[in-house]
């Protein structure tokens, strides 16, 4: 079975400041990793994904991500704050599941607000 | 494409009664699946399917029903609404050789 934890339920940076948001997981077989940001009232939309080529995945609106496996972890980060990033974002691990099919396990979550 | 569709996009229910959580995608895609969400828990997989006529349960199934007779539809059925089912429902689908899921815009549900 696979798990995800996302440390931090809310992050409050400045705009212009890094933004940093830390998800660790765990897997029994190789992982496919994905952050996902949801705008308030909205549905899910996928920033970027890891599938186990390389681990410096970049994404859209200035995202990226680094696959640490020795660390278990996915941290999502940005070099500049926009106030339009702010929104509530999910890390998720996909793997095979007890009946063999690949299943979705999300994190709790951790809404980021920007400051100006 | 339109998508991911999700019809209502909120209902409001009385406890014991019944309704279908409709969804629908046109991207031909083999894999969907029904979340609930709720504050402070992410999402949580209640209940998806691989194929027409294949459907399996998730992580918290109890309460629901699910069928697939199409590649396209993939309702949810509440039988008799509890107010523990009070949340937010996203659908989503994935074709069989993506990683990606594509989700609806939610379905808002509050019973009393």
């Known amino acids: 079975a696979q798990s995800v934890t996302q440390l931090g339920s809310h992050v409050s940076v400045s705009e212009g400041a890094l933004v940093l948001l830390r998800c660790n997981y765990s897997?029994?077989?190789?992982?496919?990793l994905f952050w996902y940001v949801q705008y308030p009232n909205q549905g899910l939309q996928l920033l970027l994904k890891?599938?186990?080529?390389?681990?410096l995945v970049k994404g859209i609106n200035g995202f990226e991500a680094e696959f640490k496996k020795s660390e278990t972890s996915f941290h999502l980060t940005k070099p500049s704050a926009h106030m339009s990033d702010a929104a509530e974002y999910f890390c998720?691990?996909?793997?095979?599941?007890?009946?063999?099919?690949?299943?979705?396990?999300f994190g709790s979550g951790t809404r980021l607000q920007v400051q100006p | 494409n339109a998508g991911v569709t999700q019809t209502p996009k909120f209902q409001v229910l009385k406890t014991g009664q019944s309704m279908t959580l409709q969804c629908a995608q046109d991207?031909?895609?083999?894999?969907m699946s029904w979340y609930r969400q709720d504050p402070g828990m992410g999402l949580r997989l209640i209940h998806y399917?691989?194929?027409?006529?294949?459907?399996d349960q998730g992580e918290v199934p109890n309460g629901y029903n699910v069928s697939r007779s199409t590649t396209e539809d993939f309702p949810l059925r509440l039988l008799s609404a509890a107010p523990s089912q009070t949340s937010v429902y996203f659908c989503?689908?994935?074709?069989?050789?993506?990683?990606?899921?594509?989700f609806g815009p939610g379905t808002r549900l509050t019973v009393t």
């Open positions: 989503a689908s994935r074709g069989g050789t993506s990683y990606e899921q594509y």
């Open positions: 897997s029994s077989v190789p992982p496919y």
């Open positions: 890891y599938t186990s080529a390389a681990t």
């Open positions: 998720a691990v996909s793997s095979w599941g007890d009946t063999g099919r690949r299943a979705l396990t």
């Open positions: 991207m031909n895609h083999e894999y």
């Open positions: 399917s691989v194929g027409a006529g294949i459907t």
